[in-house]
């Protein structure tokens, strides 16, 4: 019981030093956030998330910053959790070059779409996005930044972002379609995250947390893909103990050119199905801008499309 006090004590010590010395607030937190662990459980957990959330809140602005001197607009950014815009970040030598936000009602099954140039001049629609259920962005980077110069690879990024939980929650097939005689998957890059924000249903029926920035599953591997395109899943289904109250991710991958251009364009297309019923829904990319539903019928979908250019 002391040991909880002066743990408590601690935590207000570290706050204040945080407030006003940084070097002594993270020494003082590292040995907080350890005590609160060896003591506590979910409460306590709760408590440690908080602190580190409002500690790295400046960093956050700071990321935002640094990736709209890159290019990217804020309202790209606004789509993109934090692991996403760090990603994107981490890849050094990158612009971008363009992205298409889509908004969708799940009860009306409308959707309404933005398209963001690579000045990052868009013209927003018609109609209350805020009040929007999903928003989701396929965002498109180059590498290297300088234009004229030989292109790298092609960075997609992919962010579905849930603002009111969905009443259909299966598994939201997701596709990229590229031109295969331009440029080819690059091996191992591709990657997907399912997140969640919420509680934690406890032993006895009750909530502990919020909690934040919570993964519900992880995977380097796809449902399918072809020459022109690849597929994967959006799992919001399987969130057992869990009382979500936000639910998002993002998926990625590079495209490296077939033959090193210094100047050109291409057009990327991107596909999104919403199941209306529990059915093993699955897209596939038959050819370059092909796409094929198969599983079912009571779906919503919208495709999009974006030339970009290096």
Same mark, same amino acid.
């Given at each position: 019981?002391?040991?909880?006090? #002066?743990?408590?004590? @601690? ?8 407030? #006003?010395?940084? @070097? ?29 959330? *409002? ?7 700071? =990321?935002? !910053?640094?990736?709209?001197?890159? /290019? ?15 990603? #994107? ?5 990158? !612009? @971008? ?5 889509? +908004? ?6 409308? +959707?309404? !779409? ?14 209350? #996005?805020?009040?929007?259920? =999903?928003?989701?962005? @396929?965002?498109?980077?180059?590498? %290297? ?5 030989? =292109?790298?690879?092609? $960075? ?9 939980? %969905?009443? *259909? ?47 519900? &599953? ?22 057992? /103990?869990?009382?979500?109250?936000? =639910?998002?991710?993002? /998926?990625? *991958? $590079? ?19 919403? %199941? $209306?019923?529990?059915? /093993? ?9 092909? *796409? ?11 495709? &999009? ?6």
């Amino acid at each position: 019981m002391y040991c909880q006090y #002066i743990s408590y004590i @601690f935590f207000a010590i570290c706050t204040i030093f945080y407030n #006003i010395f940084h @070097f002594f607030s993270d020494i003082l937190c590292t040995m907080c956030s350890v005590k609160i662990v060896n003591y506590y459980s979910f409460t306590e957990r709760e408590v440690l998330l908080t602190t580190t959330a *409002f500690a790295n809140e400046k960093d956050t602005l700071n =990321l935002d !910053a640094a990736l709209m001197e890159k /290019g990217y607009p804020q309202i790209v950014l606004d789509t993109m959790d934090e692991d996403t815009k760090m990603d #994107i970040y981490n890849e050094g030598d990158i !612009a @971008f070059c363009g992205a298409v936000i889509t +908004y969708y009602d799940e009860n009306s099954g409308t +959707y309404s !779409a933005i398209d963001v140039n690579e000045a990052g001049t868009y013209l927003a629609p018609r109609g209350q #996005i805020s009040t929007s259920d =999903l928003s989701l962005s @396929f965002t498109y980077s180059r590498s %290297p930044a300088a234009k004229n110069t030989k =292109l790298s690879y092609i $960075k997609v990024t992919y962010n579905y972002n849930w603002l009111n939980l %969905p009443f *259909f929650r299966w598994q939201d097939p997701t596709s990229v379609s590229w031109d295969d005689s331009k440029f080819q998957m690059t091996d191992n890059s591709f990657s997907k995250v399912d997140k969640y924000d919420g509680y934690v249903i406890g032993p006895n029926g009750e909530l502990l947390g919020p909690y934040t920035n919570q993964t519900h &599953s992880s995977e380097n591997g796809y449902a399918n893909a072809s020459n022109a395109g690849v597929s994967w899943y959006a799992d919001l289904k399987g969130y057992i /103990g869990v009382q979500p109250t936000k =639910l998002y991710g993002s /998926g990625t *991958f $590079k495209l490296a050119p077939k033959s090193t251009t210094t100047s050109g364009s291409t057009t990327l297309y991107g596909h999104y199905v919403h %199941p $209306k019923a529990e059915l /093993g829904l699955s897209v596939n990319v038959s050819s370059y801008g092909s *796409f094929s539903i198969s599983g079912g019928s009571n779906y919503d979908e919208r495709g &999009s499309q974006k030339t970009i250019s290096w």
